[in-house]
């Protein structure tokens, strides 16, 4: 059935597609909006919340899952909650009304970059919690704006925060890629990035 959602509908799939009606739309993303839906996501789940403006009207919003021993490194899961623009007539569907058609295609700007996965991870973190599990390390999900627009105004100043080191990150997750068969595509990197190459010239 192509629905508003709520009846019959998965509530992880309902607040999905709540939140890609939030126009966090470049190049003047609803940011405001996006940061209040947050902020409530992190009162119904019983979660710390944390806001570091990192530039006028950039903040950078931490949900955080303490674990059973806080002097461990944390697990972040990043995602960016900026959109790329719309050439709206040549959309089936509004791309800021999260229509999902009888075949249960959810139709949104931002439902593949990157919404499905912050989604992803709240709804698996209030799984878990509700169920009880507890683990050993700190879970932060951090949400950045401008990462469409090269981050400049939003995780590349981030990193440099005090706000980031008191996270003691030990590892994190952030967006992929679609991959239209059976497989998943995963970005893999060690060590340092392979991009950060060094030049030195001897004598
Ligand atoms: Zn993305």
Request: glycine share 8%.
């Amino acid at each position: 059935m192509a629905s508003k959602g709520g009846e019959g509908e998965h509530p992880s799939v309902t607040l999905f597609r709540q939140y890609l009606r939030i126009r966090t739309v470049q190049p003047e993303p609803d940011y405001g909006a996006a940061v209040a839906f947050l902020e409530e996501r992190a009162r119904q789940l019983d979660l710390g919340c944390q806001k570091v403006e990192v530039a006028p009207g950039h903040v950078v919003t931490v949900l955080t899952w303490p674990g059973t021993n806080p002097t461990l490194s944390s697990i972040l899961l990043n995602s960016h909650t900026d959109v790329v623009p719309v050439f709206k007539e040549h959309w089936s569907h509004d791309p800021f009304e999260g229509f999902k058609d009888a075949d249960g295609y959810i139709y949104g700007r931002g439902s593949q970059d990157m919404k499905c996965v912050s989604i992803q991870y709240l709804e698996a973190v209030r799984r878990l919690k509700v169920e009880g599990h507890r683990f050993p390390r700190t879970i932060h999900m951090t949400f950045v704006p401008d990462e469409e627009t090269g981050g400049h105004q939003g995780m590349e100043l981030f990193v440099k925060r005090p706000e980031f080191q008191a996270l003691r990150a030990g590892f994190a997750l952030d967006e992929g890629l679609a991959n239209p068969t059976d497989a998943f595509t995963v970005f893999y990197s060690e060590r340092s990035p392979w991009w950060v190459r060094v030049t030195s010239t001897g004598k």
